[in-house]
């Protein structure tokens, strides 16, 4: 076999991998496509910040299917610059907090301390924070933003 000819069995494999991964997360893979296609549909900006390690978390990004929702330059790493300082730089770069609304969705304190930090630097609630600790929390939100609720 060459290698043309295992290509398209390598992308069914990698399919049913997929669908295996989405039903064993109880849909966590599907909800995020939602919750990213609403996103960008509403002409949002996607911004990643991730504590792991860049090249990883770019891989992950594409066998999850989730990498044509986020431009390279809007993925940020914390591991070295911590995810307060991430989200500074990431509001420098897009728009002043004020001008936009941002929105910080993550599964722990880390994320919700740098999105209240930025908060209260301001005075007001200008980051809104999503709590994500199961597949529904996600389904919740892709509704909202596809509601434009949020």
């Known amino acids: 076999m060459t290698m043309c000819a295992a290509i ?5 494999d990698l399919e049913q991998l ?4 989405n039903q064993f997360t109880n849909n966590w893979l599907q909800y995020a496509q939602q919750a990213l296609m609403a996103a960008t549909a509403a002409g949002h900006v996607n911004v990643l910040v991730s504590s792991g390690q860049l090249i990883p978390t770019l891989a992950k990004l594409m066998l999850y299917g989730l990498s044509p929702f986020f431009s390279v330059d809007c993925i940020y790493n914390s591991a070295h610059k911590f995810k ?3 989200f500074e730089e990431v509001a420098k770069r897009f728009a002043p907090i004020g001008a936009v609304r941002y929105v910080a969705i993550g599964d722990g304190d880390e994320e919700r301390l740098a999105a209240d930090g930025l908060n209260l630097q301001f005075g007001r609630p200008l980051v809104s924070f999503h709590q994500i600790d199961k597949p529904d929390d996600l389904a919740a939100l892709a509704r909202k933003i596809a509601a434009r609720a949020i």
């Open 84 to 86: 307060p300082y991430c």
């Open 18 to 21: 997929l669908q295996a991964t």
């Open 8 to 12: 398209p069995q390598q992308i069914r």
